[in-house]
């Protein structure tokens, strides 16, 4: 019998939530410094507005981001997230301003290729940004005024994030001119997708629907020689008003060729529709996440 998989729960969970949160904030952190302060590059939110105050007054980047954090760390304590909000926040917030200061010195910028910077300044800040949110905390600045945005005043979270970023890239064209925004905007594109992957998963499985004239057989074939589970549907066609089943299967990638051949061999005429399945929990695939921790 094959025993389930079970979630970290309690102090474990929280650990891991923790490592995520100070693993994401060192690769914002080491993304900031490699590859956007020296190259001019403006990402968004408060990290933006410590790279422009950077070039116009010299001013420590991380000292800038944490100085203009504090008080969005109390408005989004006091109005919208509660205590685990401030807690996991202050801790990504505070170890990346403190790594940003301390690791400027020792990192040396790789390339100054425009392209470069984005797709692997991109690839950084999302990555790293997307480890924060899996570990259920936020790296502050404009993610707090968002939120307060959506709550009071009805304003979509997007549309609040999106409404700030252009106001900071704007200031950035004047600061460091029109190619400069261009650059901000594809960065924060490629940092959007990575971040959405880190989130949601890589695509980790396929699903299929499989409507045939032999469908015992299919599911047979599937069950016997592929060991994937099977769900009958019950279906019925738009244009005859017949009534038939339709078999659902979530398969691995790599056997999606392997499911095919059975259906083929068991029937040519059989329709088949393969989609990706975004992220599948349950026997077979990822176990279910634990439960909610303070």
Sequence with gaps: MKLPVVAPKGRLGVAFDYTQIVAGSLLVAAGTNLFFVPNHVVSGGVTGLAIIANHLFKTPVGMVVLL?????????????????????????????????????????????????VICYGGLMDGLGMGL????????????????????????????????????????????????????????????????????????????????SEHCDAVREAVLGQLGRGVTVLHGQGGFTGEKRPVLYVVVAPHEVGRLKRLVAQVDRSAFVAITPAQEVLGEGFSPHAGEEQT
């Design 68 to 116: 203009l954090n504090l008080p969005l760390l109390w408005l989004g304590w006091r109005f919208s997230g509660g205590m685990r909000f401030f807690v996991r926040t202050a801790v990504s917030v505070l170890i990346m301003a403190v790594a940003i200061d301390l690791s400027a010195p020792w990192l040396v910028p790789p390339t100054h290729d425009r392209l470069l």
């Design 132 to 211: 924060v949110f899996r570990g259920r905390g936020t790296t502050g600045g404009t993610d707090v005024l968002a939120r307060l945005a959506h709550r009071y005043l009805g304003v979509g979270i997007g549309q609040a994030l999106l409404a700030m970023n252009v106001a900071i890239f704007g200031g950035a064209g004047f600061v460091f001119g029109a190619e400069a925004v261009m650059v901000a905007l594809a960065l924060a594109f490629v940092s959007a997708r990575v971040l959405d992957l880190v989130q949601e998963g890589f695509s980790a499985a396929r699903a299929a629907l499989i409507i």
